[in-house]
T-cell receptor, first 116, second 114 residues
Framework: AQKITQTQPGMFVQEKEAVTLDCTYD???????LFWYKQPSSGEMIFLIY??????QNATEGRYSLNFQKARKSANLVISASQLGDSAMYFC?????????????FGAGTILRVKS | AAGVIQSPRHLIKEKRETATLKCYPI?????VYWYQQGPGQDPQFLIS???????DKGSIPDRFSAQQFSDYHSELNMSSLELGDSALYFC?????????????FGAGTRLSVL
């Protein structure tokens, strides 16, 4: 089974509006972390935000927030007040407990295009 | 703030040649990870090192080897290159090996095998 599922291959959003990028995950490990990365067309991978499985509150980082619904196993990224520079590929990733190794497992990504 | 440095940024090789990719982690970071991202794909974990020892191994071909040196920089050595090795290779670093230790990525090395 896929560990990370991003069901939206591509999304459009109008500049200044908010957008939600979906991410669901699958794990039986009670200890895990969920991460979002941004990959612009230039190729670099930029860390945005993370959420730990035991965190009670949703993570926020500037215009980014993570809508964490543990029972549904979802960790959606919300970008508020979209800017043209937000156009990029967005990856959701999970890291399970140390006994599962050190790796991040990524979803297939969602391409976001911000329209002016 | 200093970031993860990867060199070279671009590399063109012929089939059956060898390549060496270098990674300089963020200062004080003790853990290095290597990922491979094929065209239009998500990054796939190759291998990681913590305090100069291999800490985890993913889908890394036997033709590839890596190590972390005393100054914490890491090198990924790739031999007998194949066309399918053409990809973007990322190095990431973190301070520690814990689940929530954030992996910060470098800009990547784009390898083209002709």
């Amino acid at each position: 089974a896929q560990k990370i599922t991003q069901t939206q291959p591509g999304m459009f959003v109008q500049e200044k509006e908010a957008v939600t990028l979906d991410c669901t995950y699958d794990t039986s490990d009670p200890s895990y972390g969920l991460f979002w990365y941004k990959q612009p067309s230039s190729g670099e991978m930029i860390f945005l935000i993370y959420q730990g499985s035991y965190d009670q509150q949703n993570a926020t980082e500037g215009r980014y927030s993570l809508n964490f619904q543990k029972a549904r196993k979802s960790a959606n990224l919300v970008i508020s007040a979209s800017q043209l520079g937000d156009s990029a590929m967005y990856f959701c990733a999970m890291r399970e407990g140390e006994e599962y190794g050190n790796k991040l497992v990524f979803g297939a990504g969602t391409i976001l295009r911000v329209k002016s | 703030a200093a970031g993860v440095i990867q060199s070279p940024r671009h590399l063109i090789k012929e089939k059956r040649e060898t390549a060496t990719l270098k990674c300089y982690p963020i200062p004080r970071h003790d853990t290095v990870y290597w990922y491979q991202q094929g065209p239009g794909q998500d990054p796939q974990f190759l291998i990681s090192f913590y305090e100069k020892m291999q800490s985890d191994k993913g889908s890394i071909p036997d033709r590839f080897s890596a190590q972390q040196f005393s100054d914490y920089h890491s090198e990924l050595n790739m031999s007998s290159l194949e066309l399918g090795d053409s990809a973007l290779y990322f190095c990431a670093s973190s301070l520690g090996l814990r689940t929530l230790d954030i992996q910060y990525f470098g800009a990547g090395t784009r390898l083209s095998v002709l």
